[in-house]
DNA sequence: GCTAGAACGACAACCATTCTCACTCTTGGG
DNA sequence: CCCAAGAGTGAGAATGGTTGTCGTTCTAGC
């Protein structure tokens, strides 16, 4: 198999990610590998998540802010993100495993899925009560 | 109603984006606002999506190069992307509306939705082949 | 060893988005 | 009406995550 000796910058950054609660971003990546002695280019570390993701270990999401973050594709996490504030919390559901919704080979034509995003987007607690106080 | 008049820009941008088929970027909907007698900035095409947002009509997702794309709330519509050649084709499918999911307000806690996306990256069938081709 | 080709890193370039700030428009009190 | 305060706006600069460039380094295969 020439993937682990190939690239060998895949195996650190993978495992960085696995050890990690949460979702990192390619320049946090950066940072914290620089910390160990699998130090790597910036560029590098985009072409390795990219290659990552296209063999189905990785999976990505933009924040509102524009930047990705990544974890470990088995992750299976969603979000509710506030459109004002910006704040984020924790989905405890997704709606693929949940659902009777098995993805029938049907609809997705010949198409291979590796992750999936699936995110909600809204207005926090407090951001509704500011909206209240403000007219509305 | 403060709204409509408060806000002038707000009611043609709405209306190109319902009378457009597909999504647009603030840059296309900047574009295509010159071309009218509604001409905008681009700084307030951004601050009018931005209001839209918030106030519920229009929704918006990030696409894999980065920008963002508009369209009003109410096209339930989601996205197959590949990872590799960045195809897109659509999803006939929403697992909001075909699951059982009623997203119990138990999940939310105090959350309004106002919008959602759900899409799917993955290998479109010619990659998928060339893959093969090239090894695997 | 030697060479061709892939992988890599530092840095420049890119470009969507946000920020700045001077200007204009609206509005309500005098 | 007139004027001042505040909100809205637009041109252009600044920002910042991501991608491209290109010379160097590494790796396989001979
Ligand atoms: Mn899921
Ligand atoms: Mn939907
Ligand atoms: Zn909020
Ligand atoms: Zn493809």
Redesign the interface.
Known sequence: M?SATSFPRQQPLLQLLQQTDGELSAQELHQRLRATRHSTGLATVYRVL?QL??AGLV??R?LPS?EAVYAPVDRDEHH?T???CGLI?A???C??S????G?GAV???????????????????RC?QHEIAG?E
Chains 1, 2 share one sequence.
């Open positions: 020439a990219k993701q296209q999976r990505c933009k524009g509710l506030c459109v004002q919390q989905l405890p559901l709606p693929i949940s659902g009777s919704l993805l609809l997705l034509q010949g198409f291979r899925p590796l992750f999936h995003t699936f995110e909600i987007h809204g207005l926090c607690s509704q007219d």
